[in-house]
């Protein structure tokens, strides 16, 4: 594969989606088999569920990879791609719902709290983690891909397919939630 190495992912999908060429297609799987994997697991937290989720984005890309039109990187896009079928598959999961704990707390934020960044980052790690459990899976993400992934705004835009203002919202809503979750728990 490393006649490839110097083939943009953009010029890989591309060809990929005129061709189905599926050893084209392995080597941008190779490129972004941990970034996918990684993704699913903040969704799912288990080994196992993340590597069954992972196969089924990637197939779900292969077959979809023919709608990539090249508007963004291709990296933005299967992480668009990634985000909404992880949130698709927890939404049909049923045993996966919300617990009551996070439903009480997303009944309860006062959109009038202002948690600055700084306050994040100084939350303990393991308590922050236990946290991030508990509130719902789209806020866990998009604080994860704000913070942990230092994803743009202009790109979290593109994958949330949302406008600037409607994605700095769910950003200032998300932190309130962990902030209350985070300041209720014992560890």
């Not at 992912?9 to 190779?30: Q, R």
């Not at 903040?42 to 508007?71: P, Y």
């Amino acid at each position: 594969m490393e006649k490839y190495s110097s083939v943009t992912d953009e010029e890989l999908a591309s060809i990929i989606g005129k061709t189905n060429d599926t050893v084209l297609f392995g080597v941008l799987y190779d490129r972004y088999e941990h970034l996918v994997y990684n993704k699913c697991y903040g969704f799912v937290r288990s080994i196992d569920e993340a590597k069954d989720l992972t196969q089924d984005v990637f197939l779900h890309v292969f077959i979809k990879i023919s709608t990539f039109n090249g508007k963004s990187k291709f990296s933005t896009w299967l992480y668009s791609v990634t985000y909404n079928f992880c949130v698709n598959y927890l939404s049909r999961d049923k045993e996966r719902k919300i617990s009551s704990h996070s439903s009480q707390v997303e009944a309860q934020y006062d959109l009038a709290i202002e948690v600055n960044d700084f306050s994040l980052y100084q939350m303990q790690v393991n308590k922050l983690e236990k946290a991030l459990t508990l509130i719902p899976p789209e806020d866990r993400m998009i604080l994860q891909m704000k913070y942990q992934d230092d994803v743009p705004i202009k790109e979290l835009q593109e994958v949330l397919e949302l406008s600037e203002s409607a994605v700095k919202m769910r950003l200032s809503r998300a932190k309130v939630k962990i902030a209350e979750v985070y300041n209720k728990l014992e560890i």
